[in-house]
């Protein structure tokens, strides 16, 4: 009995040294953590909230290096779970990467349009509102806005000197030409078309002129598909210039839609179009000279609105207007 008594004490005395040591032992290498959870997605394990607040920080200073202005968000506010871990894997988890990939970012950005057209992108209002005073200062009765859009990335952003540059080429396209000063002709619509098949005789000098009062370009070659020209704006009745010195191909009412229309042939297979004009001034086989005034621009044919159409064909087959008009 005795013998027995002994075995039970020596039994229950090495158990408690067991689950002490034990006890010991998880406490030792198992330390308490949160498990945080996003949209029920598993983040990780943080030592408490207030590290994976310290974590959230982080990446939204990481955010705020692009952009200050960023809006940082998540969807849905982190939940935690009480858990114990060993210390290691606090250490081996990369909590930045999972959480970086649930963090939302919404951007400010202000779109600068001229006539209608984007040009521009910034992330600062300021810079915005910098381009459309210049452009104000230097052209006028010139269209201008300022749209306000939110993304979540920014893509395509205008840099100084890429705004510099559009900047330039818009007081370029609308500064004023200089053209010689001709006596006023009257505005007479020609419907009937006459056309010339005599010998061409090339331009003498290669003088080239604008073909148009202002430089505000409505729609670029290959605005849409099947534009072969550019459409340069203008008043109604506001003078065409002959390109180049040339003999007058063709005058009158053109049946594929560019309405009343002049061609010039300028020799080497170098023929001009001007089409949709409210009046012709020039005939069928006559010779006209750089900068002189053939036509009033107008938007008869297919057209919506006054505007010269003015097209560069070379052996019949249209090419890029701008390859003519550069420089001029």
């Known amino acids: 009995m005795l013998s027995t008594l002994r075995f039970i004490l020596f039994t229950g005395i090495t158990l408690v040294m067991i689950f002490t040591a034990v006890y010991f032992t998880v406490l030792n290498t198992y330390k308490p953590a949160v498990k945080a959870y996003i949209n029920g997605e598993f983040i990780g394990y943080f030592s408490n909230e207030q ?4 974590v959230y920080n982080d990446l939204v200073a990481e955010k705020q290096i692009i952009n200050e ?10 939940t935690f779970e009480q858990s114990y871990i060993r210390d ?3 250490e081996e988890q ?15 950005i202000y779109e600068l349009t001229v006539d209608g057209e984007q040009q521009m992108t910034f992330t600062a209002e300021e810079q915005a509102e910098k381009y459309v005073e210049e452009l104000k200062a230097q052209v006028e009765d010139i269209d201008t806005s300022i749209n306000v859009e939110k ?24 500064k004023p030409v200089e053209i010689p000063v001709e006596e006023p002709k009257p505005t007479v619509p020609q419907y009937s078309a006459s056309v010339y098949s005599g010998a061409v005789t ?28 550019v459409d340069i704006g203008g008043a109604q009745g506001s003078p065409i210039y002959a390109y180049m010195g040339g003999t007058v191909i063709f005058s009158g009412w053109d049946t594929t839609g ?42 008869t044919g297919w057209a919506t609105g006054n505007h010269l159409h003015f097209e560069v064909r070379v052996n ?8 003519y008009l550069s420089g001029v």
């Open 88 to 90: 290691s894997l606090l």
């Open 94 to 108: 990369n909590v930045y990467t999972n959480l970086r990939a649930e963090i939302k970012t919404e951007f400010t």
């Open 258 to 299: 560019y309405g009343n229309c002049i061609k010039i042939n300028h020799g080497n297979g170098v023929v001009t179009i001007y089409a949709h004009c409210s009046a012709l001034y020039a005939s069928a086989g006559q010779q006209v000279s750089a900068g002189q005034n053939i036509a009033g621009i107008g938007m």
């Open 202 to 229: 090339p331009a003498i000098d290669g003088t080239k002129i604008w073909p148009a009062a202002g430089r505000r370009i409505n729609c670029d070659y290959w605005g849409y598909y099947g534009h072969n020209g």
């Open 316 to 323: 019949g087959v249209p090419v890029n207007p701008w390859v």
């Open 69 to 78: 202005n960023v809006k940082v968000y998540l969807d849905s506010e982190p």
């Open 51 to 54: 590290q994976f607040d310290e």
């Open 151 to 174: 993304v979540s990335e920014l893509e395509n952003i205008t840099s100084t000197d890429r705004a510099d540059d559009i900047l330039a080429g818009i007081v370029d396209r609308n």
